[in-house]
């Protein structure tokens, strides 16, 4: 297991400020449904463990490979990711193998599964070890893959020795032309093999991933940068076949990346061709226009990327790192929602608030209602800490009480990292299967960069729940006040803290009276309060 690293304190005077810290829930405000969907992770290094044991609810296969993905030969292409290698050493492919089985397990666990439907006009051609940028064909390059060598010849990096591209290779060298009939076929194998979305087969289907990335990850055969027209012809054409196709799924688009492709294509004065609007707000209006147009709804989700940044540090995907990190990645959460908080990145230097989630709800409300939202990629990093963990407890608050409607992890912790009890805390808190509610209520901390408070209220049996994340270094004691709730006797109480790594352990039982409790945190922990509800 990795080595564990714990939370430094990084409030000014947290002392002075946590003589009036109180946490308040009213029941009967604010009350609203929360997705089980915003649990989800990709697939992508997801432990086995962990995804049968929570019943992850969603578990995506994308990643900028996928985008290259040839079903009939069960392979794809890295790209820039990995010296454009494609294929491995699988001499006899059968026809959408790997996938078929991620869906199967996906449906054994319980998860839905998210595929992506590659769309940008080319994918891989061999299911055997190939490459774009052959030394033997395109001469020395400034970089060759040390692992792999395709009949013997080594695969270069697609730059010449002085760092400049090689922009006069062949296309079809390892890819073959792939279109929306093409994709389709493979979309009525997965119908027939998993059944249609309503009956248990793939119920999301994705529109790529990150579209805008295409003329640099996968320049060997899209060099262009990605027009905002190109995105939208592209997507008309393969959702509404996935729609013919199976009627009863979902379509998600357009899965692109960072505060650059939400503003712009990359496409030098495209924006200004359209208006000045925004690239995701005017994909979500010609999306609109199609529906309009067409009588059929091709988009149902609205997904983006989002991984934090803060100037000189690395969060996204990175490890816990030292203090100054672990405290960057901590207040790093409020870009979700707070228009309060400046974001500590040079995104944050020139424009306003990010508050990522409340910005992509307006875009909906205003461009496309009724369009779900969704964050299929995101990763704050130092998921093998305890650090980590708080943080990821945290995000998890932010989508439910956000109103998230699904988000996919990327990057998940093995089963027995402290990234791991984040989920548990919400998935399986007690290790017999009790989970926090699906219904927010109004929670709310005098501080929230200490001690941040999520309620919410099950279903099945009224029950009060409450995640209370200590963000701190100092044990923290505070009065709830409780209101629009009437406890039946004792709440259970489960933490998790730098005491025990290895399970959330539960407390002695808490005296709750009509008005609320008081009750003292430990540092550094995630505490889940389970109250249960008066009979009537």
Same mark, same amino acid.
């Given at each position: 297991?990795?080595?564990?690293?714990?939370?430094?304190?990084?409030?000014?005077?947290?002392?002075?400020?946590?003589?009036?810290?109180?946490?308040?829930?009213?029941?009967?405000?604010?009350?609203?449904?929360?997705?089980?969907?915003?649990?989800?992770?990709?697939?992508?290094?997801?432990?086995?463990?962990?995804?049968?044991?929570?019943?992850?609810?969603?578990e995506?296969?994308?990643?900028?490979?996928?985008?290259?993905?040839?079903?009939?030969?069960?392979?794809?292409?890295?790209?820039?990711?990995?010296?454009?290698?494609?294929?491995?050493?699988?001499? %006899? *492919?059968i026809p959408?193998?790997?996938i !078929? &089985?991620?869906?199967?397990?996906? #449906?054994?666990? @319980? +998860?839905?599964s998210?595929?992506?439907?590659?769309?940008?006009?080319?994918?891989?051609?061999?299911?055997?070890?190939?490459?774009?940028?052959?030394?033997?064909?395109?001469?020395?390059?400034?970089?060759? %893959? *040390?692992?792999?060598?395709?009949?013997? !010849? &080594?695969?270069?990096?697609?730059? #010449?020795?002085? @760092? +400049?591209?090689?922009?006069?290779?062949?296309?079809?060298?390892?890819?073959?032309?792939?279109?929306?009939?093409?994709?389709?076929?493979?979309?009525?194998?997965?119908?027939?093999?998993?059944?249609?979305?309503?009956s248990?087969?793939?119920?999301?289907?994705?529109?790529?991933?990150?579209?805008?990335?295409w003329?640099?990850?996968?320049?060997?055969?899209h060099?262009?940068?990605?027009?905002?027209?190109?995105?939208?012809?592209?997507?008309?054409?393969?959702?509404?076949?996935?729609?013919?196709?199976?009627?009863?799924?979902?379509?998600?688009?357009?899965?692109?990346?960072?505060w650059?492709?939400?503003?712009?294509?990359?496409?030098?004065?495209?924006?200004?061709?359209?208006?000045?609007?925004?690239?995701?707000?005017?994909?979500?209006?010609?999306?609109?226009?199609?529906?309009?147009?067409?009588g059929?709804?091709?988009?149902?989700?609205?997904?983006?990327h989002?991984?934090?940044?803060?100037?000189?540090?690395c969060?996204?995907?990175?490890?816990?790192?030292?203090?100054?990190?672990q405290?960057?990645?901590?207040?790093?959460?409020?870009?979700?929602?707070?228009?309060?908080?400046?974001?500590?990145?040079?995104?944050?230097?020139?424009?306003?608030?990010?508050?990522?989630?409340?910005?992509?709800?307006?875009?909906?409300?205003?461009?496309?209602?009724?369009?779900?939202?969704?964050?299929?990629?995101?990763?704050?990093?130092?998921?093998?800490?305890?650090?980590?963990?708080?943080?990821?407890?945290?995000?998890?608050?932010?989508?439910?009480?956000?109103q998230?409607?699904?988000?996919?992890?990327?990057?998940?912790?093995?089963?027995?990292?402290?990234?791991?009890?984040?989920?548990?805390?919400?998935?399986?808190?007690?290790?017999?299967?009790?989970?926090?509610?699906?219904?927010?209520?109004?929670?709310?901390?005098?501080?929230?960069?200490?001690?941040?408070?999520?309620?919410?209220?099950?279903?099945?049996?009224?029950?009060?729940?409450?995640?209370?994340i200590?963000?701190?270094?100092?044990?923290?004691?505070?009065?709830?006040?409780?209101?629009?709730?009437?406890?039946?006797?004792?709440?259970?109480?489960?933490?998790?803290?730098?005491?025990?790594?290895?399970?959330?352990?539960?407390?002695?039982?808490?005296?709750?009276?009509?008005?609320?409790?008081?009750?003292?945190?430990?540092?550094?922990?995630?505490?889940?309060?389970?109250?249960?509800?008066?009979?009537?």
């Open positions: 297991m990795a080595t564990i690293a714990t939370t430094a304190v990084y409030f000014k005077s947290p002392i002075a400020q946590t003589a009036n810290l109180t946490l308040s829930v009213d029941v009967t405000a604010d009350r609203h449904s929360i997705s089980p969907d915003i649990y989800g992770m990709n697939d992508y290094a997801l432990d086995p463990a962990t995804a049968k044991e929570l019943r992850i609810p969603v995506r296969w994308g990643a900028n490979h996928t985008s290259r993905y040839n079903w009939l030969v069960d392979s794809s292409n890295s790209g820039d990711d990995f010296f454009f290698v494609g294929g491995g050493d699988n001499k %006899n *492919p959408g193998d790997s !078929d &089985k991620i869906v199967k397990t996906n #449906r054994k666990n @319980g +998860s839905k998210i595929v992506t439907i590659p769309m940008m006009g080319y994918v891989n051609k061999l299911s055997i070890w190939n490459c774009c940028f052959r030394v033997a064909k395109y001469g020395a390059p400034e970089k060759t %893959n *040390p692992y792999i060598f395709p009949e013997e !010849d &080594k695969c270069g990096n697609g730059k #010449r020795p002085d @760092g +400049s591209l090689i922009t006069d290779n062949n296309r079809l060298d390892v890819s073959i032309v792939s279109d929306a009939a093409f994709q389709k076929a493979w979309v009525q194998h997965l119908v027939k093999t998993h059944g249609t979305a309503e248990g087969g793939v119920q999301i289907y994705q529109m790529d991933n990150e579209p805008s990335g003329g640099n990850t996968h320049r060997d055969v060099p262009e940068a990605t027009s905002y027209d190109e995105l939208r012809d592209r997507t008309y054409q393969y959702a509404s076949m996935v729609k013919a196709t199976d009627p009863t799924a979902k379509v998600l688009g357009p899965s692109d990346f960072g650059p492709v939400y503003v712009d294509s990359g496409v030098k004065d495209d924006r200004e061709k359209h208006g000045g609007v925004w690239f995701g707000r005017w994909y979500l209006q010609q999306m609109r226009a199609c529906e309009q147009q067409k059929v709804r091709i988009l149902d989700y609205f997904d983006e989002y991984y934090p940044v803060v100037d000189d540090l969060l996204a995907n990175c490890p816990a790192g030292d203090a100054k990190t405290a960057a990645r901590l207040r790093s959460t409020r870009s979700l929602w707070d228009s309060t908080y400046t974001d500590e990145s040079w995104i944050g230097k020139s424009n306003p608030p990010l508050t990522i989630i409340p910005r992509f709800r307006d875009w909906i409300k205003q461009d496309y209602p009724c369009t779900k939202l969704a964050i299929t990629e995101y990763n704050w990093g130092g998921l093998e800490s305890l650090n980590g963990a708080l943080t990821q407890a945290d995000i998890l608050g932010i989508f439910g009480r956000e998230l409607d699904l988000a996919t992890l990327w990057g998940p912790p093995k089963s027995s990292e402290p990234g791991s009890y984040a989920f548990r805390t919400y998935l399986n808190y007690d290790g017999k299967g009790s989970k926090y509610g699906d219904t927010w209520v109004r929670s709310q901390s005098t501080d929230q960069e200490l001690l941040s408070i999520y309620g919410s209220q099950r279903t099945n049996d009224g029950a009060l729940t409450l995640v209370i200590n963000k701190t270094s100092k044990k923290l004691t505070s009065n709830l006040s409780l209101k629009g709730f009437k406890s039946a006797g004792k709440a259970q109480v489960y933490t998790y803290s730098e005491a025990n790594l290895q399970a959330i352990v539960r407390q002695d039982d808490l005296a709750v009276s009509g008005t609320g409790f008081k009750a003292t945190y430990p540092a550094n922990s995630i505490t889940l309060v389970a109250i249960p509800k008066e009979k009537a």
